[in-house]
Nanobody, 125 residues
Framework: QVRVTESGGGVVQPGGSLRLSCAISGRAIIDYAIGWFRQTSEKEREFVAS????????QYPGGAGGRYYIFRDNVENKVFLQLSNLKLEDTAVYYC??????????????????WGQGTQVTVSS
């Protein structure tokens, strides 16, 4: 059984950075496309970034503005999400999702079969 675990959330000031980690236990992370999503109590789940199994392809939402960067470390069996120049509106619970049948990358939450419990990111001055 695959278990997905996020870590790295915390409290940061506007303009700061955080690196979130997604780890998979039970299988090699290279077998999965990975997506990051976020959600607040006021908004629906929102796509943040995706990376394909081969690492060749990445995908971000249109308004990301280069502030998000997703990458893999297959030796550590982890995928990382680097968040930069954080804004107040980036405050949310960030979720990692893994999908074996994703053909490349996907910004749709329905593409992913396995989800973590989330890690809280709070941007506050």
């Amino acid at each position: 059984q695959v278990r997905v675990t996020e870590s790295g959330g915390g409290v940061v000031q506007p303009g700061g950075s955080l690196r979130l980690s997604c780890a998979i236990s039970g299988r090699a992370i290279i077998d999965y496309a990975i997506g990051w999503f976020r959600q607040t109590s006021e908004k629906e789940r929102e796509f943040v970034a995706s990376i394909s199994k081969t690492t060749v392809n990445t995908q971000y939402p249109g308004g990301a503005g280069g502030r998000y960067y997703i990458f893999r470390d297959n030796v550590e069996n982890k995928v990382f999400l680097q968040l930069s120049n954080l804004k107040l509106e980036d405050t949310a619970v960030y979720y990692c999702a893994a999908g074996r049948r994703v053909p490349g990358t996907s910004g749709r939450s329905s593409s992913y079969d396995n989800w973590g419990q989330g890690t809280q990111v709070t941007v506050s001055s």
